[in-house]
């Protein structure tokens, strides 16, 4: 267990003794009057000089929030408040959601950071009060008059710290927006937040050093060429050793009709990697006419969390990478916050993609119209049009092992729209699903905690804090229903969940959707399955046992 | 309390003002004429700078909050309202914000049990509550149209009449004169008895709805109790509907104090939280449409951005590549 994690009983306790408004305890304090400290747990390590001089970002330095002094620049307030003013010109959203929130606390209780520190600056209007009341008090002639009726503040070192410590403990997951009247999207702001603080050196390595890695060998990991290569192979591998069917990817294949984008984590991370062997079988089942590229070999984007700038640089290999190697349209693995930017920035960005052709299915001629302009389209809607058309020889008794719920993923969910494809494709591939409770799934989903570029080891404490509504939500479905495997379609879901259920839930492991569909696919040629994926027995199918007859 | 406090105190100073205004130095013209023009002004005006203000900010990217299925393959039902992809869908789901509070609607209350356990139950009071308080005002605000026309269009007729059908009083009470101080004072309680609710309040929270309440007191009083010279204000009225000069005739002090406190009330609104009546019209999150892989949106001031290009990554793993068997560009 990580040493910054406190023992299970411990937290617990903490949850339930502490008190604090969501118990209904009155604070005896304004919130700009109450006290925050950074200690080991609770924050993420900055990034290191070398990463920001790789990346020709500002103040590179050697420095740790615990630090009295930060080792600012000079004149740091005018960098901010300038920064400011110039995103509120280029921004009609984060003018509109400083000005118009009344307050209402719709929001006050639907924050899982809240949920889980119940520290009042984490609900989500005090996370953009935070921001408002900086914003106020740059109205020079009303500044005395605002301070105290409007909560306006002027900004210092104190400020800076806060803005820093709360807006790392937002995850852009927008469930608050789905609740606000004025449709006022917490995600906006600290979008422009962690902008800004990019701008004085008070950052985030965890964000930092997979930008600078996506950048130079286009994966978060930083893995190269030969080795992404030679990770993917030995997949090749397993499936050979689990199914008997030798799949045959190819790597930047001019002339191939699809280029095929993922998250790196579904090449390298345990469980990720057994998402990819899915799509691997289903490729080859459906015999598509697919490459991977070694250059665009990241799905996700770090950059969204660090600067507009910095999202549509790493953003533009996708379309620079299909352009180059010819393919008719893109096809993209499970991720959420790689969805969020391939729907809603990617073809603004780096578009129009008119080198590519309007996506069509080779297998069922299914056009998708959908997806007509910026020509990528997600796999769990290819899976499902195949499996809609019957394309697909699937045999849902070999999921017979695990009992699965859904977690939508706060991306794919709020920021795509996504919510009956997968759970189409899951019902197909497996017998037993069952959905968590209503407010806490589809459009109210609950983040995984360790969203937007926090799921650093070091802050693990916070992130089985922000876990928990998650993992409290599958601990009640797991009662009901003995429910053990949690199926998402996020790479980022798959590295973070794995740890909030080992703390939280054990016995509840993480699965992606196309891990699923790969044990269910009846390959041709295939031996006789006995194993999943994971080379785990198959219930019903083991070796010294006839088949059930069905 | 400082934060209830001192709002209560500025209404109580700005129900002041025009009372011994009026009282003590007859300063009639200045508050039943001078002031309301000025008002009327200042919020049209500062409400449309607001809009234009907002408006010309471009919205650079398509950032939709789905709450609902998009519009995918064809015999997936997509939920047009919460994931629109048509003008109308948006225009509904937009409309159904501004008058029925659709996503208030959805609230819900957590609440950490022992366990620890989080439950959600439905809480529907705010939505009521805020929703009677609206529409409360607005059939208000409406209903005053009688003081400023000389003749009466049906509909405001049929307001009035709706109004008042309960007719237990003389004259016949209104119904959104109790509704809405019924909703004002859950508004006010709300924000000082939920814990979390009263810690994001703030003076300027307070402020609005105890001038409204003033208001509405102000009002009540007048037509139940304190009667003043109706003819009087009437005549004031429709004089200021035609942009008339006329000094006012002789009415009660208490009527200034209503007006005075409308005028402060419109004064007020361009330059705090309740230009969001303006706001909830084009907050972007609910007016765009989910259909940005199908139409692109256009970034009026997207710049190009240096990116690492495949021929500079060709180039540092060249020999690393061609040994993998990875096809290169150049040998």
Known sequence: ?550 | MKKVVMPLVIVAVLALIPYIGVEYAGLDYLFGVIMPYTAALVLLAGMLWRMIDWLRRPVPFNITSTCGQEQSLDWIRQDRIESPSKPWHAAVRVLSEVLLFRSLFRNNKAELRKGPDLVYGSHKWLWLAGLVFHWSLLLIVVRHARFFLATLPAPVAWIEHADSFLDVTVPALYMTDAIVLAAVSYLVIRRLLDAKVRIISLQTDFFPLFLITAIVLAGISMRYLTKVDIMSVKALGTGLAEFSLDAPGEIGALFYVHLFLVCSLMIYFPFSKLVHMGGIFISPTRTMLNNSRAKRHVNPWNAPVKFRTYAEYEDEYREKMKKAGIPVEKE
């Open chain 1, 1 to 550: 267990m990580s040493q910054y994690l406190p023992k299970k009983e411990d937290l617990t306790r903490e949850i339930e003794e502490r008190p604090g408004p969501l118990k209904g305890d009155f604070a005896q304090k304004e919130w700009w009057e109450m006290p925050f400290e950074f200690r080991e747990g609770n924050f993420c390590f900055p990034a290191k000089p070398e990463v920001i001089e790789q990346l020709g970002f500002p103040n590179p330095r050697k420095w740790m929030p615990t630090d009295e002094d930060w080792k600012l620049p000079d004149g740091w307030e005018k960098i901010l408040l300038d920064g400011m003013k110039e995103r509120l010109k280029k921004y009609r959203s984060i003018k509109l959601y400083l000005d118009t929130c009344v307050r209402c606390g719709a929001c006050v209780d639907k924050c899982h950071f809240f949920l889980g520190t119940g520290d009042p600056k984490n609900m989500p209007v005090l996370r953009a009060e935070l921001v408002r009341s900086i914003y106020r008090n740059d109205l020079p002639m009303f500044k005395r008059v605002l301070r105290g009726f409007a909560g306006a503040r002027p900004l210092t070192v104190g400020v800076l710290k806060e803005l820093y410590m709360y807006f790392y403990q937002c995850t852009e997951c927008r469930r608050c927006s789905v609740f606000c009247p004025m449709g006022i999207d917490t995600a906006e702001i600290t979008i422009m937040m962690r902008e800004l603080l990019q701008l004085v050196g008070v950052n985030n390595n965890w964000i930092l050093a997979p930008v600078a890695n996506c950048n130079r060998t286009g994966n978060h990991l930083g893995i190269e060429p030969h080795t992404f290569v030679q990770n993917i192979e030995s997949l090749v591998d397993d499936i050979e050793d689990v199914t008997g069917v030798t799949v045959e990817p190819t790597f930047n294949r001019k002339g191939a009709e699809i280029l095929f984008i993922t998250p790196s984590g579904d090449v390298f991370g345990d469980p990720g990697v057994y998402t990819m062997m899915g799509y691997m079988l289903l490729f080859h089942h459906i015999g598509l006419d697919y490459t991977i590229s070694t250059y665009a070999s990241e799905g996700g984007n770090f950059g969204f969390f660090t600067s507009n700038d910095m999202m549509k640089k790493l953003n533009a290999k996708m379309y620079h990478e299909a352009q180059r190697l010819g393919v008719k349209w893109i096809l993209g693995g499970e991720c959420g916050h790689m969805w969020r930017v391939v729907h809603q920035y990617m073809n603004t960005m780096n578009g129009p993609a008119d080198f590519l052709d309007e996506p069509v299915s080779p297998v069922t001629g299914t056009k998708f119209s959908n997806a007509k302009a910026t020509r990528m389209v997600h796999i769990a809607e290819f899976t499902a049009d195949l499996i809609h058309h019957n394309k697909l020889k699937l045999d849902p008794k070999r999921n017979d092992h695990l009992r699965t719920t859904f977690h939508d993923s706060c991306n794919v969910a709020r920021g795509m729209g996504m919510f009956e494809e997968p759970r189409y494709i899951l019902d197909k591939v497996c017998n037993s699903f069952h959905e968590m409770d209503e407010n806490t799934i589809r459009e109210q989903t609950f983040c995984c905690g360790s969203g937007s570029g926090i799921n650093a080891e070091e802050y693990m404490e916070m992130r089985m804090k922000g876990g928990f509504p998650r993992a409290n939500a599958v601990r009640k479905v797991r009662e009901k229903h003995k429910v053990d495997s949690l199926v998402t379609i996020c790479a980022i879901d798959r590295a973070t969940l794995t740890p909030l259920m080992r703390y939280w839930n054990p016995g509840v492991s993480v699965y992606g959707l196309h891990e699923l569909v790969g044990n269910a696919l009846v390959m041709e040629g295939e031996s006789k399955r006995t194993e999943d994926l994971r080379e785990e027995p198959l219930k019903g199918f083991e070796d010294d046992e006839e088949d059930d007859e069905a």
